[in-house]
C-alpha cells in the first residue's frame, strides 16, 4: 500500500446555492480584493455584496487559457491595488489565473523564475495572498489543486506555477453554477473531468484515498456527461460538479498521465482547448497503456474496471474504448487535426509529452513509438 498525505484547500464547501452570500465571506480576508472573473452574471452578484461590505474591488476578466502576458498584466494590477485577497469565478482557467496572482503579487522575482519546465522553477519566496474559488464549470478541479497552468507562447508551452500554498483557502462549488453551460463545454470540460478520476485511479501513485474518490466519481461522472449530452439535467449537473471536485483531490494526491502528458504539450502548441484534447486523446491512452500492462505481465484489473465502468455508462457490449472514441465524436467532439495538430509534428509532439511531469504518474513508461501511434490515431 503506498503511504500518502493529503493536500486540499483549506475549506471545501459544496452545494446547490452554496454561492449566495459569498462576497461576505471574502471580505474577512481584506478590504483590497481582485476578483478574476469571466462573463458568468454570478460575478456581478459577488462584486456588488463585496462593495456593499466596503471593499475596494479590481475586477479582471480572464478570456481564454491564461498566458504569461495576461498573468504579469493582473499581478501589475494587484499590487497597485494593494489587493489583500483574490477571488476568481470562472472556468478552470479563470481559477488558475486567479491562483498565480495570488502567488505572485506578494513575489520578489518576475513570474519565469517559479514557472516549471521554461523557467526557473524556484520555490515561492513569499506565501500567496488569500484566494477563493467558485468554479462555474465541472472540468478542472482547480479549485483544490497547488498549481496553476500558465501558457507561455514564446516556447509553445502550457506549463505550471506550483506550490503548497497556492491551495485555496476557500473553495465554494455550487452545481448551479455550470447549469445551462454551452453543450460543446459541457462536452469538453466533462471529459477532462473524467479523464482527472480516471488517470489518478490507474496512476502509480493511487492511494486507498484517491481510490475511494476515483471508485465513486468515475461511473458517476461518465453517467453524468452521457446525459448531459442528451438534455439539462440538473441532477447530472450536480453529479459532474462533484466528479470535477473529486478528480481535483485525486490528482493533486495520486497524479495523473499520459493524457495530460500530451495535453500540455498538444495545449502550448496548437492552441487546443485543453479538455477537449484530454477527451479526443482519453481512448488511444488507455488502449495503449492496456497493451503494455499486458506485454510486460502488469496488472490488469483497474484497466478491465475502467473499461467496465465506460461500457456501462455508454450502454454497450462491444469493445468500450471504440465505442467511447465514437460516442465523443457523435457528441461533436473535434480530431486533433481539426484542433491543428499536424501529422508532421508527432514525433516531436511525442518525444516532448514523454517529458512532462504528467507522465511519472502512468501506470506503464510508454515509449515514444506507443504515444506516436496514440497520436496517429486521435488525428
Known sequence: MNGFEILTAGRVVFGRGRAEGAGAAVR??????????????????IAAELRAEGAAVEEIRQKGEPLIDDLDAAVARGRALRAEAVVALGGGSVIDMGKAVAALIPAARPAMSYLEVVGEGRPLDAAPLPFIALPTTA???????????????????????????????????????????????????????????????????????????????????????????????????DDLALTSLFGGLALANAGLGAVHGFAGVLGGQAGAPHGALCGRLLPGVLRAN??????????????????GWIAAALGVTTDPLDALEARITEWGLLRLSEMGVAAEEIPQLAKASRASSS?????????????????????
Open 28 to 45: 474577512t480576508w481584506g478590504a483590497r480584493v481582485i476578483l478574476l472573473r469571466g462573463s458568468h452574471p454570478a460575478a456581478d452578484r
Open 139 to 237: 472540468g478542472t478541479g482547480a479549485e483544490v489543486t497547488k498549481n496553476a497552468v500558465i501558457g507561455v507562447p514564446s516556447h509553445g508551452r502550457k506549463v505550471s506555477l506550483r506550490d503548497d500554498r497556492m491551495l485555496a483557502d476557500l473553495a465554494i462549488i455550487d452545481p448551479s453554477l455550470t447549469d445551462n453551460t454551452p453543450r460543446s463545454v459541457t462536452l469538453a470540460s466533462g471529459l477532462d473531468a473524467v479523464t482527472q478520476v480516471i488517470e489518478p485511479y490507474l496512476s502509480c501513485r493511487a492511494t486507498p484515498f484517491t481510490d475511494a474518490l476515483c471508485r465513486d466519481a468515475i461511473p458517476r461522472g461518465l453517467a453524468a456527461l452521457t446525459r448531459l449530452m442528451q438534455a439539462e439535467d440538473e441532477g447530472a449537473r
Open 290 to 307: 492496456v497493451q503494455a500492462v499486458e506485454k510486460q505481465g502488469g496488472e490488469i484489473t483497474r484497466h478491465r474496471e475502467v473499461a
Open 359 to 379: 507522465m511519472r504518474g502512468n501506470p506503464v513508461d510508454l515509449s515514444e513509438e506507443a504515444l506516436e501511434a496514440v497520436l496517429r490515431e486521435s488525428l
